[in-house]
């Protein structure tokens, strides 16, 4: 047993599902899995173990930003050998390209947060998501028919749901990023140190230009789509 997660070993699957809001694991477990079975309740932080189409996956809660994921990411990796970590979040559109519901596949994070700076003695790292895994999640948006809209591209890793300078995110949609979210950036950087694969799937909640929104009931219960692609993309 870790510090944070209430298992056994054994009790967690090499590929985790990881939402950052512990409801939202439950509902993913109870909605997509075969035998599901709560392994940890620690902190109120559900963890859940069961299969789909036969294969061993768990879905972990992480909380909210990268610090508090980077707890439970680490843990994963180093107390329970997960190889595979695939986020499903919710995230901000930044950009009118970018809809409501829409999915957004993160290929890389950018970052406000000093994590990186701190361990790279100020250079700039550039974290990316597992090459496999964001292929696989491509080939299973394409293959949905009349499923929402997705896109590749860059997403932006805030460490503040209410920045100071909200307009400093203004320059980084004009070199291409699609939404802002708080983890991407922190789990694709661990996944690096620990040799292992990772990669965020986002469903946009809300629009930060139209100022568009969604319930959060909705983003509890309702984001399905990502959900199906990350489970494709990690064990088809």
């Known amino acids: 047993m870790s510090t944070h997660i209430g298992a056994q070993p054994g009790d967690i699957a ?8 512990p409801l939202r694991a439950k509902w993913i477990a109870e909605t997509f899995l075969d035998d599901s ?18 294969q061993p996956v768990s879905v972990q809660g992480s909380g909210m930003g990268q610090p508090s994921m980077a707890i439970y990411v680490n843990e ?12 499903v979040g919710s995230c901000g559109a ?3 390209d ?4 829409d999915v957004i596949i993160a290929s890389g994070a950018c970052t406000d947060s000093s994590m990186n ?7 700039d790292y550039a974290p990316v998501a597992d090459f496999g895994l ?20 860059l997403i932006f890793s805030s460490d503040s749901f209410y920045p100071a300078r909200p307009e400093l995110l203004g320059e980084m949609v004009k070199y291409g990023v699609l939404g ?27 629009h930060i230009v139209t100022g568009e929104e969604t319930t959060s009931q909705e983003r509890e219960q309702t984001f399905g789509e990502m959900v199906e692609i990350a489970l494709t993309a990690a064990l088809a």
């Open 14 to 21: 090499p590929t985790v599902l990881l939402p950052g809001d």
């Open 37 to 54: 079975r709560c392994y940890s309740e620690v902190r109120g932080m559900y963890g859940f173990t069961g299969t789909w189409n036969g």
């Open 76 to 87: 994963l990796f180093t107390d329970f050998d997960v190889q595979s970590i695939v986020r």
């Open 94 to 96: 930044v950009t009118e």
């Open 98 to 101: 970018v809809g409501v519901r």
């Open 117 to 123: 700076r701190i361990a790279f003695h100020g250079l």
């Open 134 to 153: 964001l292929r696989g999640a491509v080939e299973a948006a394409e293959s949905r028919e009349g499923g929402s809209p997705f896109h590749v591209g």
């Open 180 to 206: 802002v979210e708080m983890e991407a950036s922190g789990l694709y950087t661990l996944a690096a140190k620990h040799r292992r694969r990772a990669l965020a799937i986002c469903t946009v909640s809300d």
